[in-house]
């Protein structure tokens, strides 16, 4: 149910983004641009962390996440977004909330996905991408946040 109930709304996203006014390049940029400021999050949370992280987010859930690290996280997925927007039909501004509500909920989700597997009592959450902690470790930020993600889209596609 989890990845499931998740996964349900990336296609979704896509075929909104294709009902609305957009252009199929549009929707197409929008998936990308998803996965990209998810990936930007990740990236840039575990570099500052590793770098600057000094304040834990959730010891007691994942011990290695720090504040920091969520911050520069943040800032790389706003980038990220601003980069994003130079070549989409939607507004900086569309792309910067986006990449906020991505960025907390891709953190919510990571951080249940990281409680599961302390339920579990296991490292990792499979094999298949050996030392990235499994695939769910790859995906479970995108799983959670599409909900969101497609929330957002409504939201902003209602106001315009």
Known sequence: MYIGGGCVFIPLIYKKECDVVYSQFDAQLTMIGILCIIWASDSFAYLTGKSFGKHKLFERISPKKTIEGFVGGLVGA??????????????????????????????????VESSFKRVANVKDSGTILPGHGGLLDRLDSLVFASPFAYLVLQILDYFN
């Open 78 to 111: 706003t980038i990220t977004s601003s980069i994003i927007a130079f070549y989409s039909s939607r507004e900086t501004w569309e792309w910067i909330v986006l990449a906020v509500v991505l960025v907390v909920t891709g953190t919510i989700g990571d951080l």
